[in-house]
Antibody, heavy 126, light 107 residues
Framework: EVQLVESGGALVQPGGSLRLSCAAS????????MHWVRQAPGKGLEYVSA????????YYANSVKGRFTISRDNSKNTLYLQMGGLRAEDMAVYYC???????????????????WGQGTLVTVSS | DIQMTQSPSSLSASVGDRVTITCRAS??????LVWYQQKPGKVPKLLMY???TLQSGVPSRFSGSGSGTDFTLTISSLQPEDVATYYC?????????FGQGTKVEIK
């Protein structure tokens, strides 16, 4: 059974730092790209960051670029999100999600985020 | 960055009604479009990818269409269990942006 379990969410002051973790099990973690998505209370989903299966490529939303760093340890089946310079607008539930590829046509591959963790809450307040 | 805009933001329909949600990309994205369903208090669920390919286990009353900049998600016969917020997401490039969501309720 695929499982993604986030941890590390906490109350932090503006300007502070936090590291989120996502422990994966039930699948070959090193074969999948992974994403972080957040959802502020009562709001919609917001893409945060993504990382390739081997960690060689990383991607960030403009809203977090330069402040957040995504990484992974395939030997520990764990995804991370190092968050710095936290702002009130970063307050949200942070989900990790698996990037699944449904099919490829030539060099074009199509899929989506097929498994999500339950999320971890980050609160930014003084 | 490519922006994704959904309409309407919310809708109310009767059981059995046909419901259509639109998602528009600010630039062409081919058919790199994914739809998710998020029920209240739950995590998002993958409904469809490649704009029109139904994810395994998703009821056939859900369908998707479109390519380029304009996409639609259709529920052919709305059921009570379809009450949820639906999100589109572009699935190519460096930023997998979401639409703002469409909340579907039963009238």
């Amino acid at each position: 059974e695929v499982q993604l379990v986030e941890s590390g969410g906490a109350l932090v002051q503006p300007g502070g730092s936090l590291r989120l973790s996502c422990a994966a099990s039930g699948f070959t973690f090193s074969s999948y790209a992974m994403h972080w998505v957040r959802q502020a209370p009562g709001k919609g989903l917001e893409y945060v960051s993504a990382i390739s299966s081997n960690g060689g490529s990383t991607y960030y939303a403009n809203s977090v670029k330069g402040r957040f760093t995504i990484s992974r340890d395939n030997s520990k089946n764990t995804l991370y999100l190092q968050m710095g310079g936290l702002r009130a607008e970063d307050m949200a539930v942070y989900y990790c999600a698996r990037h699944w590829v449904g099919h490829c046509s030539g060099t074009s591959c199509y899929g989506g985020l097929d498994f999500w963790g339950q999320g971890t809450l980050v609160t930014v307040s003084s | 960055d490519i922006q994704m805009t959904q309409s309407p933001s919310s809708l109310s329909a009767s059981v059995g009604d046909r419901v259509t949600i639109t998602c528009r990309a600010s630039q062409g994205i081919g058919n790199y479009l994914v739809w998710y369903q998020q029920k209240p208090g739950k995590v998002p669920k993958l409904l469809m990818y490649a704009a029109s390919t139904l994810q395994s286990g998703v009821p056939s009353r859900f369908s998707g269409s479109g390519s380029g900049t304009d996409f639609t998600l259709t529920i052919s016969s709305l059921q009570p269990e379809d009450v949820a917020t639906y999100y589109c997401q572009k699935s190519n490039g460096a930023s997998w942006t979401f639409g703002q969501g469409t909340k579907v309720e039963i009238k």
